[in-house]
């Protein structure tokens, strides 16, 4: 589970805007966001750095490390 669909409400963007600025699809977003992609490791902090967070808030969360 992520926090992408979560981070990206807050900061009130659309899919399409996200998708737009860190470089890949809308459909792309969705995907991640309903955890049937795994994105890499550059789009994952792309899209933290666009979010205003880090890695370990936006894609693990306490209770997956134990």
Not at 25 to 43: G, V
Request: with cysteine; glycine share 4%.
């Amino acid at each position: 589970m992520n926090r992408v669909r979560e981070y990206r409400k807050h900061a009130g963007v659309s899919q399409f805007a996200l998708a737009e600025k860190v470089g890949v699809a809308r459909q792309t977003i969705n995907l991640i966001e309903n955890d049937k992609y795994n994105p890499s490791l550059k789009l994952c902090i792309r899209l933290a750095e666009e979010l205003g967070t880090d890695l370990n808030t936006l894609f693990w969360k306490v209770d997956d490390i134990n």
